[in-house]
């Protein structure tokens, strides 16, 4: 099985603040990578795909980058609405495995 | 809209089991692979399994923490999937959340998720 290791598994930052959550593979996923926000009591949405496409509807301030093993999410300028729990996702092969979570909060 | 409703959560006693429910709409069904995926209380998000569109074969693959017990199933003419869970076990109380993926198999980005159905497993 594939190991998704993200870090850090929690951050605070405030408004406007460059935000960047990594997730490690435990081996080559080459970009198979998705990016999922997810909010308090709601179900995760789909931020990025393929590493690095950006969902439709989804505000260019997220941006993702990488390949192979090392994949970066960045938010560009922290909003009080990305308070949230950031997943990865390989779907690179079976079983499909998330990122333990990185939690966003604002200061 | 895509929507996806799952239905079927409940208390349950260990050992036995439920069926969940997850009803698609605002897109041919048939053509997308849907996984589900839960959610224990405070936890992280884990796979659960999946099922390909019939385009893709049709076929199934799980996580190896529910393999045996778990079964999905889908009926492309109602736009639903099932997943039939046996033997529950404590371990297994979770938010369900049934989800669509992009294409027809694994490889695609999950798109969309339903709400979610919460399954409790107690005495």
């Known amino acids: 099985d594939i190991q998704m290791t993200q870090s850090p598994s929690s951050l605070s930052a405030s408004v406007g603040d460059r935000v960047t959550i990594t997730c490690r593979a435990s081996?080559?996923?080459?970009?198979?990578l998705n990016w999922y926000q997810e909010k308090p009591g709601k179900a995760p949405k789909l931020l990025i795909y393929a590493a690095s496409s950006l969902q439709s509807g989804v505000p260019s301030r997220f941006s993702g980058s990488g390949s192979g093993t090392d994949f970066t999410l960045t938010i560009s300028s922290l909003q009080p609405e990305d308070l949230a729990t950031y997943y990865c996702?390989?779907?690179?092969?079976?079983?499909?495995?998330f990122g333990g979570g990185t939690k966003v909060e604002i200061k | 809209e895509v929507q996806l409703v799952e239905s079927g959560g409940g208390l349950v006693q260990p050992g036995r089991s439920l069926r969940l429910s997850c009803t698609g709409s605002g897109f041919t069904f048939g053509d997308y692979a849907m996984s589900w995926v839960r959610q224990a209380p405070g936890k992280g998000l884990e796979w659960v399994g999946f099922i390909r569109s019939k385009g893709y074969g049709g076929t199934t693959e799980y996580a190896a923490s529910v393999k045996g017990r778990f079964a999905i199933s889908r009926d492309d003419s109602k736009s639903i999937a099932y997943l039939q869970v046996n033997s529950l076990e404590t371990e297994d109380t979770a938010v369900y959340y049934c989800?669509?993926?992009?294409?027809?198999?694994?490889?695609?980005?999950?798109?969309?998720w339903g709400q979610g159905t919460l399954v409790t497993v107690s005495s």
């Open positions: 081996q080559s996923i080459r970009r198979y």
């Open positions: 996702q390989q779907s690179y092969s079976t079983p499909l495995t």
């Open positions: 989800a669509r993926h992009q294409g027809g198999g694994y490889d695609s980005p999950i798109d969309y």
